[in-house]
T-cell receptor
Framework: AQSVTQLDSQVPVFEEAPVELRCNYS??????LFWYVQYPNQGLQLLLK????STLVKGINGFEAEFNKSQTSFHLRKPSVHISDTAEYFC???????????WGAGTKLIIKP | KAGVTQTPRYLIKTRGQQVTLSCSPI?????VSWYQQTPGQGLQFLFE???????NKGNFPGRFSGRQFSNSRSEMNVSTLELGDSALYLC????????????FGSGTRLTVV
């Protein structure tokens, strides 16, 4: 069965520094990959998705992610973070033909001034 | 256009009672999914409906049920509430059958006392 691992539960980073949030999934069968962000007391907002095509995916708010099939990874990056990026970030995977998202445990991004 | 609307936002129920949560998807979206979010278990898939048919169900007891109406609005019901059912319940809708990315509502915070 598919599983998703977000390697860091918390990532502290200084404002304007770059950040990478790591995500690995277990199965190498064809998948769709997603990153969502959750601000306190809110639902989840889609940052970006990979369905097919270019392995570098650009999303909203300056985020991007790279799909690496051989390493079954989909790491999220931002070159310069802002205090407003403070939130929890979730990686999710959907196997083709399976209408559900399998979620990672989430990574809290903590921006230090 | 209007987003995914979940009602109510907050709910307090007593053990043994039942509860019904409502979700109105984005207009034109035919797929509706439900997720439970708790600090201990994270995000877990409950079920997904497409055109009034349940296509996939997560690993939850039969006390958890759902349905979708012809206008794509969906409800989920939890009977015989237990303390462990306290959670944020999130609804998501999608335009495409799969891979389109899901738009989430703000959730219903259920507290069972």
């Amino acid at each position: 069965a598919q599983s998703v691992t977000q390697l860091d539960s918390q990532v502290p980073v200084f404002e304007e520094a770059p950040v990478e949030l790591r995500c690995n999934y277990s199965s190498s069968v064809s998948v769709y990959l997603f990153w969502y962000v959750q601000y306190p007391n809110q639902g989840l907002q889609l940052l970006l998705k990979y369905l097919s095509g270019s392995t570098l995916v650009k999303g909203i708010n300056g985020f991007e992610a790279e799909f690496n099939k051989s390493q079954t990874s989909f790491h999220l990056r931002k070159p310069s973070v802002h205090i407003s990026d403070t939130a929890e970030y979730f990686c999710a995977v959907s196997d083709l033909g399976n209408y559900q998202l399998i979620w990672g445990a989430g990574t809290k991004l903590i921006i230090k001034p | 256009k209007a987003g995914v609307t979940q009602t109510p936002r907050y709910l307090i129920k007593t053990r043994g009672q039942q509860v019904t949560l409502s979700c109105s998807p984005i207009s034109g979206h035919r797929s509706v999914s439900w997720y439970q979010q708790t600090p201990g278990q994270g995000l877990q898939f409950l079920f997904e409906y497409f055109s009034e048919t349940q296509r996939n169900k997560g690993n939850f007891p039969g006390r958890f049920s759902g349905r979708q109406f012809s206008n794509s609005r969906s409800e989920m019901n939890v009977s015989t509430l237990e303390l462990g059912d306290s959670a944020l319940y999130l609804c998501a809708s999608s335009l495409e059958a799969q891979g389109g990315g899901y738009t989430f509502g703000s959730g219903t915070r259920l507290t069972v006392v």
